[in-house]
């Protein structure tokens, strides 16, 4: 079973559906239970960095994340905020300290004379191979992110894309994954990095 956490920040519903149309068992929850008894977890998420940790962490959900995910190893995607939730500090809504799973910070897009938001389709350039981006036929993604978790070690950015400076948008550690582009609003490509995901163990 897929347990697509649910912490406040919204965008649960977009998920469950693109994981139902793959044929998949998806539960959205925040209950420890259900938790333990998935097979894989997904932290999807818009808002801010302050918001999204403080719920997190005032629920409870923070610690029994931990348990599942760094002692359990089950496979884990964090999604947009879910992505920026993974670094040790975030920029927005003040200084927050993160889940800290993949060292790094969360930091504004360095946009220039874009826009920000950076919202719609944008082209990933994948950096390092990984299963997770296996049998993608397009390279072309939708975003919706002003941040981005910039880690330290570059070895965890799996592909990067490019909105007035180059910043990751996939990241890896171990059974950890993260994405900031939305794979639920992605289509075709969207559907296949899901899949993908789902075959992890």
């Not at 693109?18 to 333990?36: I, P, Q, T, W, Y």
């Not at 947009?80 to 993949?102: H, S, T, Y």
């Not at 289509?187 to 789902?198: A, D, E, P, T, V």
Request: glycine share 12%; hydrophobic share 40%.
């Amino acid at each position: 079973m897929i347990v697509i956490i649910d912490y406040g920040m919204g965008n649960t519903g977009s998920v469950k559906n693109a994981l139902e149309f793959l044929g998949a068992d998806v539960l959205v929850s925040n209950n420890r239970d259900d938790v333990k008894m998935s097979s894989h977890l997904i932290l999807p998420g818009v808002g801010s960095f302050g918001d999204g940790i403080s719920n997190l962490k005032e629920s409870g959900l923070a610690n029994i994340l931990e348990e599942e995910v760094l002692r359990g190893r089950k496979p884990f995607l964090g999604i947009c905020l879910g992505m920026q939730l993974l670094a040790d500090e975030g920029d927005e809504g003040g200084v927050n300290k993160g889940l800290g799973w993949i060292h790094g910070r969360t930091v504004k897009i360095r946009a220039g004379i874009n826009k920000l938001p950076h919202i719609g389709w944008n082209n990933i350039k994948v950096k390092s191979d990984n299963k997770i981006l296996d049998n993608i036929a397009s390279n072309v993604f939708y975003f919706v992110h002003s941040y981005y978790l910039q880690p330290d070690a570059e070895k965890c950015v799996l592909a990067t894309s490019e909105y007035g400076e180059e910043f990751p948008v996939v990241v890896n550690k171990d059974n950890i994954w993260g994405v900031q582009f939305h794979p639920e609003k992605s289509q075709k490509s969207g559907l296949q990095f899901l899949k993908n995901f789902l075959k992890q163990r």
